[in-house]
């Protein structure tokens, strides 16, 4: 199936069934994580699942070897004949998808077993709960950064820009706005944000709220909607016992200025579309230019270890491989 416009179709999905859950997957160039994340949703044997895989375009073969992997008929994938962002490909699966609830996973995301039927059970015994978030941990099993956290105000990007957040890092109006630092709650509990990485949302919720906001190419967009949830008066659960782990950086390894040059857009649309209203234009000014300030110094970091990268790779070409016994001793 391919999608060739922005513009998505509104499907009526309201009488979808409660008891299965559909998950989104967005694929660009995941190689062999997106058949693994695959699995480990196949894998959840408790929850029944439909699986819609959303490709942005791949050239990888990544398609290709998810289909040689999964059995044929076991999961639905749409093929998009460009790659018009995540938001937009989320929202595409969404429109297709029947279940009562709806779950967003990365393609280099692993689901531990287990971590779905825990998600759904939540949002089931609260009918207040509009999505759930599951404990995100780093291939070394640490918990990631930003799989619990405050919806970044202009004012707390102004105060990490300038470290002030480390001189009150327990203060409610200086800290940082991820909680990874804080102690591990032992059960499900409120916070203002979860990671899109892999959100599990209910069906009427996203009947109420609406979908992502195709406007973000790349980030952000998963805390716009954490937002939106809150003010239709939904409430977001983290839940520590349901565990996923997550590579971050697979499917933008081969790009990633680019992809900087989204996040560091994103973010500003991001403030400027939810906080206008409450803060001063100059203030908002100021913080943009950081952001900008930023990126531009991400870009040239990034710029120079790339450079001296290739450089190393291509002067060890030019050496070639070295044989034993020459230019030592025995020469």
Not at 53 to 82: H, K, T, Y
Not at 309 to 318: H, N
Request: glycine residues 8%.
């Amino acid at each position: 199936m391919n999608t060739p416009s922005r513009i998505l179709p509104v499907k009526d999905t309201s009488g979808g069934s409660d008891d299965l859950v559909s998950v989104v997957i967005v694929n660009f160039n995941a190689g062999d994580y997106l058949a693994a994340a695959v699995d480990s949703v196949l894998g959840q044997a408790e929850v029944e699942t439909e699986v819609i895989v959303v490709d942005n375009a791949s050239s990888d073969g990544s398609l290709q070897s998810l289909r040689a992997r999964v059995p044929a008929g076991s999961i639905r994938i749409i093929e998009l004949d460009g790659n018009y962002g995540f938001a937009h490909a989320c929202n595409a699966g969404i429109t297709v998808s029947r279940g009562g609830a709806v779950l967003l996973l990365n393609p280099d995301c692993r689901m531990h077993d287990g971590s779905l039927a825990l998600l759904k059970w939540m949002i089931q015994e609260r009918p207040d709960v509009g999505m759930t978030g599951p404990l995100i941990v780093n291939p070394d099993g640490s918990e990631q950064r930003g799989c619990r956290r405050d919806i970044p105000n202009p004012w707390q990007i102004f105060c990490v820009a300038f470290g002030l957040h480390r001189l009150m890092p327990d203060h409610p109006r200086f800290r940082d706005f991820a909680y990874d630092a804080a102690v591990l709650p032992d059960r499900p509990s409120e916070v203002p944000a979860i990671s899109g990485a892999c959100m599990l949302v209910r069906r009427a919720a996203i009947d109420a709220v609406g979908y992502l906001d195709s406007g973000y190419f790349l980030h952000f967009e998963d805390l716009d909607w954490c937002l939106r949830f809150q003010s239709a008066g939904f409430k977001i659960l983290f839940v520590p016992s349901a565990v996923v782990e997550h590579t971050q950086g697979v499917c933008s390894r081969t790009r990633p200025i680019r992809v900087e040059a989204h996040k560091h857009r994103s973010l500003v649309r991001f403030l400027r579309k939810n906080f206008t209203a409450y803060y001063p234009s100059s203030f908002m000014a100021v913080v943009s230019t950081l952001v900008l300030a930023r990126f531009a110094s991400v870009s040239v970091r990034m710029f120079i270890r790339g450079h001296i990268a290739r450089r190393g790779a291509w002067e060890r070409l030019m050496r070639g491989p070295r044989t034993p016994g020459i230019g030592s001793q025995g020469e």
